[in-house]
């Protein structure tokens, strides 16, 4: 794979290349690897099909013209298009290319800041923003990839400098520059005081001396003349002096302008775009309103209606959640549902570059649900002892710990909320500056092991014979790690790098999960929870956006689980979560869009597809639903799964079919109660709304790593009621963090500057490894904590605290 040569910039300019050179880049499973050009600047990796510097192509006289009338406009989108930080996928191309136009357009461009960097072998490198876009590189020597990571690497340390001091000018704009813009404003309304006074002195000294001056050109008399020179000496020394002065006050002022002028220019610029965001964000209210209003309205005077009528109703904008997944009672008193189930893509492919086109293929599933009243006894069974675990976990018996069942109720703090959310509008989640006032005394790591709560569901699951039935039941339990949700609005605690969480439930609820933050850029972190016949591991970065009126938070990793008797193995991503009301009302949450459990190993083509309908005032479905369906390999759907998930969650297995073979109307036995939720505290709402087992997470126990959450000063002074020092502390571990980074970053250029490799930062209980039935590298548990736990061997594990 030779010919692949590598050449650095040595020039400071901000617009040449890092780096540059031929590597194989992987197409897909037809063409393998194929040549690329590869050019690293400005915080991004592109790659071309012939060489290419990486320059934005200078129009011609002839495509100046054009693009003056118009017709060039696209052609430019299409050369510019990787220099558009982000926009290049909203580009229409145009069709009309020759070879060598195509050959030296930018194939394929990711982001530095944010993505994982990482090894395969010898030859090969891996670069993933987090699931949405994946670069599998291959160099031709082990020498040449060291020497694409370690740019790679320090091109990241650089790009995230770049962005968190722009981020900290932004801070400094929004929330400490008040204060010093008013000293600023008073500094300058003083030194034009100066001015002005210096400017009248000098008017008068200017006056004072042009009137000798003038009596000298009318007298003639040398007597007389040399009286008048020593005053108009004496008078051009005033006036020279106030000149002086003048200058000095001048200089002073233009000096205070320059420096804080830039800042001056970004304040208003600041305050002009959140008056636009917030004009915006009040017109859209509005509509809003006026839409909601009307639509009550209609909704509350209509008269009974005819059938006609009633599908002109079905349009209705507020019924979009019917149309996939609602459901409406039919003459038989059944409930009948669709849903629009993903059979698979097509790609549309026109050469071996990795930007294909997908389609995706979907067929619809009718299901008539039967109102039986008859549970079976399988499920009246697991919920009993459902009911019975939760209390052994609050009554321990003798020989096993007791543990507490509430935390110290919140204090009530007042807080300016949209003093800080104002300057948070468009940012990331994980970079928002938040004080303590708006998070639980929770970490993420700790919020994640919630999601085990039921695990019961998976003891129940690991007993079937039938994976269709098991995936019905797993399809519950990741249900149910929602349940917490509805009522839980405050943010957890970011978990620093290298931070872990334990959690060791072995002896009343039959499991335990070791956590740790893996990554910072992106925040990603790895999870490995093992039970009586079950181990499950998930690895949870997101995407997040604040809007203004909602947050948004998309999750972008998957999680798995295994069965120890069959073999049998799941993997699914979680649904999208918003949290509504952030500026004006009271705060809620919401699940939605469509989880697809897809079987792995012996249950390949075993799938569940499940819809989570988003909330809706006007439907005539319960809300907070969740409905789908569990397919065999064969496309046939052969259970049921139905409920809510804040509450319950049914399946039931369909007993026949009375459609067609081409529309199929699945008709389902009776139903077995899945999941039900225990309910919460009597006063749970003093204290952030914590279910049982959320009260525990934060307890203190001996014998943790030093980088456990429960360790965590400013997490556990919030809980303690102490949030000034909660909030002081917080700011101190963030400084530290960042300490740490720069040092490592300080280590990274000095070992590219001496030309010898650079080890990045690599987790202590987790480790990167390529998937067996994949490309896709993901963080496997490496088995060694509990045993460092038992030994009490924490020698490796950093100061983060």
């Known amino acids: 794979m030779g010919d692949g040569v590598n050449s650095k910039s040595n020039s400071s300019s901000q617009n040449e290349p890092v780096m540059k050179g031929w590597l194989f880049k992987w197409t897909n499973y037809l063409k393998g690897y194929q040549r690329r050009w590869f050019v690293l600047q400005n915080g991004h990796l592109s790659y071309y099909r012939a ?26 989108c299409w050369y510019a298009a990787p220099y558009l930080d982000g926009a290049a996928s909203l580009i229409q191309y145009p069709r009309c290319r020759n070879q060598a136009e195509m050959a030296h357009t930018c194939r394929g461009s990711i982001s530095l800041h944010g ?10 490198f891996v670069i993933s923003n987090g699931g949405t876009q994946t670069f599998h590189i291959k160099a031709s020597t082990e020498v040449e990839r060291q020497q694409w990571v370690t740019a790679l690497e320090l091109a990241k340390a650089k790009a995230i400098r770049n962005m968190e001091s722009e981020e900290d000018d932004e801070e400094a704009d929004a929330n400490g520059v008040p204060e010093d813009l008013s000293g600023v404003v008073r500094k300058l309304e003083s030194q034009l005081n100066d001015l002005q006074t210096c400017s009248d002195m000098l008017a008068k000294h200017w006056k004072n001396l042009t009137k000798p001056l003038s009596e000298m050109e009318t007298n003639a008399d040398p007597e007389a003349l040399q009286g008048r020179m020593k005053e108009v000496c004496e008078r051009a020394t005033l006036f ?8 000095n006050s001048c200089g002073e ?17 600041h305050e002009k775009e959140q008056r636009a965001r917030l004009q915006e964000m009040v017109e859209t209210l509005a509509q809003q309103h006026s839409k909601l209003e009307q639509a009550a309205n209609a909704h509350t005077q209509r008269p009974a209606i005819s059938a006609s009528e009633n599908e002109d109703e079905d349009d209705n904008e507020f019924y979009d959640a019917l149309a996939e997944g609602g459901g409406t009672p039919n003459q038989h008193g059944d409930d009948l549902f669709t849903l629009n189930i993903r059979t698979g893509h097509r790609r549309n492919s026109s050469d071996s570059s990795s930007e294909t086109e997908e389609t995706r293929e979907t067929k619809q599933v009718v299901v008539v649900t039967g109102k039986h009243t008859n549970i079976s006894r399988t499920g009246t069974e697991r919920s009993t002892d459902t009911n019975e675990n939760s209390t052994a976990a609050t009554n321990s018996t003798a020989g096993k710990r007791q543990r507490r069942t509430r935390v110290p109720d919140k204090p009530n703090y007042p807080l300016n909320l949209w003093s800080i959310m104002k300057n948070c509008i468009g940012k990331d989640l994980s970079k928002i500056p938040m004080p303590v006032n708006f998070s639980e005394p929770l970490s993420m790591l700790q919020r994640l092991t919630e999601d085990y709560e039921y695990a019961d569901i998976l003891d129940h699951a690991a007993k079937c014979t039938d994976p269709c039935e098991q995936l019905a039941y797993v399809a519950a339990f990741t249900i149910s790690s929602y349940s917490t949700t509805s009522s839980r609005t405050g943010k957890p605690f970011n978990p620093l790098l290298g931070e872990t969480y334990e959690c060791d439930r072995t002896e009343d609820l039959g499991w335990r999960a070791i956590n740790e933050q893996v990554s910072h850029h992106p925040p990603m972190v790895a999870q490995f929870c093992e039970g009586r016949q079950w181990k499950c591991w998930q690895e949870f970065t997101m995407t997040s956006k604040f809007r203004g009126k909602y947050l948004q938070v998309i999750p972008l990793g998957m999680a798995h689980v295994e069965f120890g008797d069959s073999g049998n193995r799941y993997s699914w991503r979680k649904v999208t979560t918003t949290v509504h009301n952030i500026i004006v009302g009271k705060l809620w949450v919401d699940q939605h869009g469509d989880m697809e459990i897809t079987g792995k190993g012996s249950v390949a083509g075993v799938k569940c597809h499940l819809k989570y309908i988003p909330y809706s005032y006007f439907t005539r479905d319960s809300q907070r639903r969740v409905k789908g369906v569990v397919m065999d390999p064969s496309g046939s759907v052969k259970w049921v799964i139905n409920g809510t998930w804040d509450d319950q969650v049914e399946i039931s297995p369909v007993s026949g079919n009375t459609g067609t073979a081409s529309n199929p109307v699945y008709e389902t036995g009776a139903s077995v109660l899945a999941w039900k939720r225990h309910s919460p505290p009597a006063d749970s709402e003093k204290f952030y709304n914590f279910t049982l087992l959320a009260a525990q997470l934060n307890e203190p126990e001996e014998g943790v790593a030093p980088t456990d959450s429960r360790l965590r000063p400013d997490q556990r002074l919030m809980e303690e009621g102490n949030w000034d020092d909660a909030n002081k502390e917080k700011i101190r571990l963030e400084e530290k963090q960042r300490a740490v980074r720069r040092q490592r970053e300080r280590e990274a250029e000095q070992a590219a500057a001496e030309g010898r490799p650079y080890q990045p930062y690599k987790p202590l209980w987790f480790e990167q490894t390529k998937e067996d039935d994949s490309d896709v590298i993901h963080h496997v548990y490496k088995g060694t904590y509990w045993e460092a736990k038992e030994k009490q061997d924490w020698s490796q594990c950093p100061d983060i605290f």
């Open 51 to 76: 060489e290419n510097n990486g320059g934005v192509p200078a129009l011609t006289m002839r495509r100046r013209r054009k693009f003056r009338q118009g017709t060039g406009l696209r052609r430019f």
């Open 253 to 269: 002022y233009l000096k205070t302008a320059q420096n804080h002028g830039h800042k001056l220019v970004r304040a208003l610029q």
């Open 115 to 124: 993505a994982l960097i990482y090894s395969v072998d010898t030859c090969t």
């Open 240 to 247: 020279r002096i106030s000149t002086n002065a003048m200058i």
